[in-house]
């Protein structure tokens, strides 16, 4: 299996651009979620869907960003317009919950998002 | 509520020293302990768990970890240190559930460690 697969790898842009973050998840896995990882506050869970519906985004900072899952292949997350506070390395995890697994969660290699 | 704490930001070992990176957990029914692996620019690699049974599991990379109940502790160990083992390793805790069903973790703030050739 190839993994979690996150693009862009690396992200500069200018405050008030859009920015989108793409992710696929391990195939047949059923959970997705959404991690920002910063020197400051560390690794902070954003969203998380279970068979593509989001179950909790209490994480999500503010209305800036959002997140979708249109497929059990294919996940978004969107910062618009976005900040130079948001300048983070953003992981997309999938795990599997059904079948008695024990949840453990596979990382993609993250997107470094750079707002100047 | 479940939380995790990593009391150590920094630990530095000697190459071939063992090696201990500490873990304590809060969770209100039986814990699924997790250590994850980061290695600069990269994504966070599953290392072992705990579900139950022994309580010392062994993982990858010569890893191994020790469930202790009474000290609600899950200590990542290594007999023999290697310069390559360099990186942030992460403590993860989630409440089991008979269901399977995998709700979120709860993450440590990060332990990094650094062998000195």
């Known amino acids: 299996d190839a993994g979690v697969i996150q693009s862009p790898r690396h992200e500069v842009t200018e405050m008030g651009q859009e920015v989108t973050l793409r992710c696929k998840p391990i195939?047949?896995?059923?959970?997705l979620f959404w991690y920002r990882q910063t020197m400051m506050r560390g690794l902070e869970l954003l969203i998380y869907?279970?068979?593509?519906?989001?179950?909790?985004d209490s994480g999500m900072p503010e209305d800036r960003f959002s997140a979708k899952m249109p497929n059990a292949s294919f996940s978004t997350l969107k910062i618009q317009p976005s900040e130079p506070r948001d300048s983070a390395v953003y992981f997309c995890?999938?795990?599997?919950?059904?079948?008695?697994?024990?949840?453990?969660?596979?990382f993609g290699e993250g997107s470094r998002l750079t707002v100047l | 509520a479940q939380s995790v704490a990593q009391p150590e930001d920094q630990v530095n070992v000697a190459e071939g020293n063992p090696l201990t990176v500490k873990c304590t957990y809060s969770?209100?029914?039986?814990?699924?302990l997790f250590w994850y692996v980061q290695y600069p620019n990269r994504g966070l690699q599953f290392l072992l768990k705990?579900?139950?049974?022994?309580?010392l599991v062994k993982g990858s990379y010569g890893f191994e970890a020790e469930f202790n109940k009474s000290q609600t502790s899950f200590h990542l160990k290594k007999p023999s240190a290697l310069v390559s083992d360099s990186a942030l390793y992460f403590c993860?805790?989630?409440?089991?559930?008979?269901?399977?069903?995998?709700?979120?973790?709860?993450f440590g703030s990060g332990t990094q460690l650094t062998v000195l050739p």
């Open positions: 995890a999938s795990s599997l919950g059904t079948g008695g697994s024990t949840g453990e969660l596979f």
């Open positions: 195939s047949g896995h059923d959970y």
């Open positions: 869907f279970n068979n593509n519906v989001p179950i909790d």
């Open positions: 969770v209100s029914g039986n814990p699924y």
């Open positions: 705990y579900i139950t049974g022994d309580n």
């Open positions: 993860a805790v989630r409440d089991g559930v008979p269901s399977g069903s995998a709700r979120q973790l709860t």
